[in-house]
Structure formats: C-alpha cells, structure tokens
C-alpha cells in the first residue's frame, strides 16, 4: 500500500499565500473516517482532502472532503486544490478537454483555462428565499441592520449555504461576529462594487467550527458557485465576473465566475504548490 504523503496548496490566490490553503492527502487507502476527521482538526484548515482511485469509471480521481466538524459532499476550493495536486502528481485524465472528479455529490467536471482551474458549479439543493425569522437570526449573528438586506436566499449546493444581499459593499465589509450560532449556520454575504475597478462583488462566508463558534472562511468555491447562479439569474452579471474575498482574514482571494452559452456556470482561480508531498507519520 502507497504510504500517505500530504500536499499544501494555496487555491484562488491573487498573489502567492494570498488565497485558501488546502491539505491534500495522496495514497489515503488506509487512512479510517476517524483518521481523516482527526488529521483535518489537528491541521486547522477549512478544508482537507483525501484522494482515493474512482470507484465510477468515469472518474479520473475520487476524493473525500472533511472539515473540522465533519465530512461534506462538495465544497469548491477543496475541488480545485485537489485537481492540481492529483494533476501536478502525475494524474493523467480520460479526456483532453477535462478532468472529472467523484465526491460526495457525484462527478463534477474540471477544466484547465487561462491558467487556471475551473469547475462547473453542481446544481443546487436547495434554494429560493429565506423565511424572515432565519433573515433576523443570520442578520442578528453578523450584526447587520436587517434594512440593509436587499435579499435573503437558500443557496445550497453541499455545505448548506443562505445568502445574503447586502445594499453595499461596507455593509459586506462592515459585518462582525457578534453572537453564538444555535446550532450550525453557514453563511454568505455580498454585494457589488458601484463601477470599474479590480471586482464586480465583494463576498464574505462564515460557517460554525466544531466548538459552536461562527468562524470566517478565508476564500469560499462552493459559496461563489451559489452565488454565480443567484447572479446570472437575477440579472447582476452578464457572461463573467470576478469576486473579490477574504479580506475580513487578511487575504486577497479571487474568484472568476462565467456561464457558458448553453447556461452553465464555471468558477475558476489560480492554485499553486506551498508544499508537496509530506510523508504523514502512522495516525494510530
């Protein structure tokens, strides 16, 4: 059996150590559910993930994504970090024109373009408007006047994700954590810029850490995969933009959003090696 090495990659970054980091772990075949979770605590990331041969025979890899309080059936960054360690390791795809990973939610398609990654946002679970009383909770947790929410929606793709519209990008930025979340709460905020500049949308995620704490996610693929959907359909973009994210942490994430002329959606962002194959100790 292929002893487990571990990869650190930096995903959706502007500048080098700008963006989200991600461990990927290769050869986790012997690696247990409780090892997993365990890793993924003890390194503190938003996300770690586990790569592991298809069972689909359509797939080019299969991984599995855990964060600190659990296992999840798609999150975005961890897609992205993980092809280019799977690619950068030597994976070579089925198909020239893209790579095709299994995860909890089924196969999600991957390209490379304009030196980047890119991944066709999965559709969503669950969406339409959020009830007034879960509006006034997520507002009362991130101290946001409830008057400066413009819309509040379910945008579940995997991780459970509301979304929040906000009248602007100061209110994106002015939010705080101020309260305890009942229970989990994943939550994304975001508003566009008023004219050129470097972005079309500042955003924000936040989501509940395994000690009940609401804790924010440097840089977030699954949030904006959510959020492209809700803005091509609401007409606040046309074709492309680009997000800006995680300065609230002190990052400078960008994330690239585009739809397709047959309506799908692609979310893209440079990814970079920090660090490549750490051999993992025995977790026993």
């Known amino acids: 059996m292929v002893e487990p090495r571990c990869d650190l990659i930096d995903v959706f970054l502007s500048d080098p150590l700008t963006g989200n980091p991600l461990a990927v772990v290769h050869g986790a075949d012997g690696l247990s559910d409780a090892d997993m979770l365990r890793l993924t605590r003890w390194l503190g990331f938003s996300e770690t993930t586990f790569l592991l041969p298809p069972t689909d025979p359509a797939a080019d890899y ?3 994504i855990f964060y600190p309080a659990g296992e999840l059936p798609f999150a975005g960054h961890p897609t992205l970090g993980t092809c280019h360690a799977w690619i950068e390791a030597g994976g070579q795809p089925h198909h020239q024109d893209r790579i ?18 890119w991944f066709k946002a999965p559709p969503l679970l ?3 408007p959020l009830h007034p009383d879960e509006t006034a909770v997520a507002a009362k947790l991130l101290n946001i006047p409830t008057d400066r929410i413009v819309d509040a929606v379910h945008a579940d ?3 459970g994700w509301i979304l929040l519209r906000l009248a602007h990008v100061d209110d994106v930025l002015g939010a705080s954590i101020v309260h305890k979340p009942d229970g989990m709460a994943d939550i994304g905020l975001f508003a566009p810029y008023d004219g050129a500049g470097e972005a079309d949308f500042e955003v924000r995620a936040f989501f ?7 804790m924010e996610d440097p840089v ?5 995969a959510a959020l492209a959907q809700y803005a ?10 680009t997000a800006c994210q995680g300065r609230g942490v002190g990052r400078a994430g960008r994330v690239h959003c585009k739809q397709d002329d047959d309506a799908s959606i692609w979310i893209g962002g440079s990814t970079a090696t ?3 194959h750490a051999l993992l100790a025995p977790l026993g």
């Open 232 to 241: 091509f359909a609401n007409g606040l973009a046309d074709g492309r933009y």
């Open 100 to 117: 095709v990973q299994q995860c909890g939610v089924g196969l999600v398609d991957i390209r490379r373009d304009e030196d980047m990654l």
């Open 274 to 276: 920090v660090a490549r």
């Open 220 to 224: 977030t693929g699954s949030l904006n």
């Open 208 to 214: 509940t850490s395994p000690s009940g704490m609401l």
């Open 126 to 128: 669950r969406d339409g």
């Open 157 to 159: 793709n995997g991780p």
């Open 62 to 64: 299969r991984v599995r």
